[in-house]
């Protein structure tokens, strides 16, 4: 792992708000689970290679099949194998355009389609236009999709020692998608000061049956090189999903935040509202050992007459090693053209590698 001017101190001043917001997001996340109700492993796979697989349908996403078998435990079918599959029980199967039905798997008219079962009667769709499916009524951890990533690098001419750590989960409900995500950046090295930097996000969007819905953003930032000790952003806005396939997600982001920073060095503290639009994308892996890639684009423009801009990049790869366990190469980019404090840098680059476990 390398990283490039990360900064030079962790939440100074502010570490019970970062307890705070993890609470609150965990309490969101945990108001929009399900009651959980038992599933038999009666539901039915079968690929292109004749195979048929009993158990229960744990989830479809990122073009991939997780079923829990008794005699294999969990396995995984990558999506383009699959011609068909049913269950007796209730899954919200989301389709290219993002139009959703609730209803039971039955059996379908031919390989390569699957019937949802609903109260209003059968619905025949073609296992190309799937995006993800869901089970309707599911205990909250079973729910959770994410990974915890670490990585380190030692150099000894220098005695430099740099460190991350990130860890992010997914919640996927009837009505609801929630992302929690975080990560810290250390760097030391002998007769220099300890840097660091860090985030703690949380992202809730919520469904509804137009193409526009709303989403809720919370976030905690700390990057003394770009002149602040924290920064507490809030707010919300409307979300778009230009393109939703098994393979690829597109979406688009407009709203508006509340920004608050606490000033390296200073007992300054900086209030703002600030316009957002933002791009994500992220192309799901295609094969057992194809690259996973995101990336994200956020503006934040100031409502005053300061004319402040800054621009959030990130881009990430994984490669699947072994198992469940990946090598992540990602890299950030900030840039604020109006940094806040004396001497703060207006761009910041950081670029890390690290090996982390998904489930």
Not at 37 to 52: I, L
Not at 183 to 193: G, K, L, P, V, W
Not at 200 to 211: A, E, G, I
Request: negative net charge.
């Amino acid at each position: 792992m390398t990283a490039d001017r990360p900064s030079r101190n962790a939440f100074a001043g502010g570490t019970t708000y970062p307890v705070t917001l993890a609470v609150a997001s965990l309490v969101m996340v945990a108001a929009a689970a399900p009651v959980f109700a038992g599933h038999d492993k009666t539901d039915r796979v079968t690929t292109d290679d004749g195979g048929v697989y009993f158990g229960e349908i744990d989830s479809v996403q990122f073009a991939t099949l997780t079923l829990d078998t008794d005699p294999a435990g969990t396995i995984s079918i990558e999506w383009r194998h699959v011609t068909g599959l049913t269950s007796k029980f209730e899954y919200r199967v989301e389709l290219s355009g993002g139009v959703q039905h609730y209803g039971t798997l039955g059996a379908p008219n031919g390989p390569g389609h699957m019937s949802i079962v609903s109260s209003d009667g059968p619905i025949e769709v073609d296992l190309s236009e799937v995006v993800s499916i869901m089970p309707v009524e599911r205990g909250f951890w079973k729910a959770l999709d994410g990974s915890v990533n670490f990585g380190l690098t030692y150099t000894q001419a220098s005695n430099t020692f740099q460190y991350n750590l990130s860890a992010s989960a997914e919640r996927h409900t009837r009505k609801h998608f929630s992302v929690l995500s975080a990560q810290s950046i250390f760097n030391t090295q002998q007769e220099a000061d300890a840097t660091s930097q860090h985030y703690l996000k949380f992202m809730l969007t919520q469904f509804t049956k137009w193409k526009w819905g709303p989403f809720e953003l919370g976030q905690l930032q700390s990057n003394p090189a770009q002149g602040y000790d924290l920064r507490l952003l809030v707010g919300g806005g409307a979300s778009n999903f230009i393109i939703e396939r098994s393979g690829a997600l597109l979406s688009l982001n407009l709203g508006a935040v509340y920004n608050r920073e606490e000033v390296t060095g200073e007992s300054t503290v900086d209030q703002s509202g600030e316009a957002l639009a933002g791009v994500a994308f992220r192309r799901f892996k295609r094969g057992s050992h194809s690259p996973s890639v995101q990336l994200s684009l956020m503006t934040f423009t100031t409502l005053n007459e300061t004319h402040r801009f800054r621009t959030v990049f990130n881009f990430n790869i994984g490669w699947k090693i072994v198992g469940d366990f990946q090598f992540n190469f990602q890299v950030n980019n900030s840039y604020d053209s109006q940094p806040p404090g004396t001497d703060a840098d207006k761009t910041d680059i950081s670029v890390v590698t690290s090996i982390g476990y998904t489930f």
